[in-house]
């Protein structure tokens, strides 16, 4: 029996990267769908529900992508609304690889630390999706978490959304400019850098001597980097007495997670994965 993996992409076009991730986690074949809405996902649903039966049903199963978290979490209701019964294939969201992302580099820093209960942590630009994850999965581990970004409406809102999906408590804080990030990261024990690409958060002067950082975690890959002074490809290594993880340090458990994942959505027709289901998975690897 083929394993089939359905991409319901909230985006006009369907990724190219979640459809080869797809194939390298163990796909035989993917079909993958542009502009998906919870209006119009339900036929798309019904056709991967009602073609197998028995056992045979395990070996379909569904990927929520997109750029936009928002609309992916809307379509993955959607989808599961239309479950019932027997009549269910097991689903993965992650929305501009934002679960798998997140749930890497929170886990190779918790992993890390040993413990991340009482650790103070800031996300900066966090308003986007692997912002908003990874502030969340730090909370859950018992950090207190400060999500950060240039507009206090917007990193408010951010916080709000995380805390009320999450059951968490989360901060907000507007950091305009350099010199407001610099002012915030003093006291803090983890700093995470989610911004754009093109965009150095913080010039390597500002952090190497705040005695208080101990970690740092950049999810940028392309220069300039998030964090002045760090390579893409540091995964814990010790710069000016903090341990580091670059982007590519983090992307290597990202992809593994990511094929796992897939691979996992195989194995039966009940699974959901979402964040908490992900970064479970991503502690074990790490």
């Known amino acids: 029996m083929k394993k089939l993996l359905f991409l319901f992409d909230t985006d006009a076009v369907p990724s190219v990267f979640d459809t080869v991730v797809g194939y390298d986690g163990g796909a035989d074949h993917i079909t993958g769908y542009g502009g998906v809405t919870p209006e119009n996902v339900g036929a798309l649903v019904d056709g ?54 997140a749930a890497a580099g929170v886990a190779l820093v918790a992993k890390a630390a040993g413990s991340l209960e009482g650790k103070k942590a800031v996300v900066l630009a966090g308003t986007g999706p692997v912002g908003m994850r990874s502030a969340a999965l730090l909370a859950k581990e018992g950090a207190e978490v400060i999500l950060a970004g240039r507009q206090l409406d917007k990193a408010q809102a951010a916080a709000e959304a995380v805390s009320k999906r999450f059951n968490v408590k989360i901060a907000a804080a507007e950091t305009p400019d350099a010199g407001s990030r610099a002012k915030l990261v003093r006291g803090q024990n983890l700093v995470f850098s ?86 479970a998975l991503a502690k074990k690897m790490a």
């Open 48 to 101: 991967t529900i009602y073609t197998r039966g028995g056992s045979e049903k395990k070996s379909t199963a569904i990927f929520v992508g997109g750029g936009n978290m928002a609309a992916g979490e809307a379509v993955l209701a959607a989808v599961r609304k239309r479950f019932f019964g027997p009549f269910r294939v097991s689903t993965m969201l992650d929305s501009n690889g934002s679960n798998t992302t």
């Open 194 to 279: 989610a911004g754009a690409i093109g965009l150095e958060l913080l010039p390597e002067e500002v952090w190497k001597d705040e005695s208080g950082i101990e970690f740092l975690a950049d999810y940028n890959a392309q220069p300039p980097l998030g964090f002045g002074g760090i390579d893409a490809m540091d995964k814990g290594k010790e710069r000016n007495g903090k341990r580091v993880f670059g982007a590519l340090g983090i992307g290597g458990l990202k992809l593994k997670l990511h094929r796992a994942c897939v691979g996992q959505l195989f194995d039966n027709t009940e699974q959901v994965l979402d964040a908490e289901e992900i970064y």
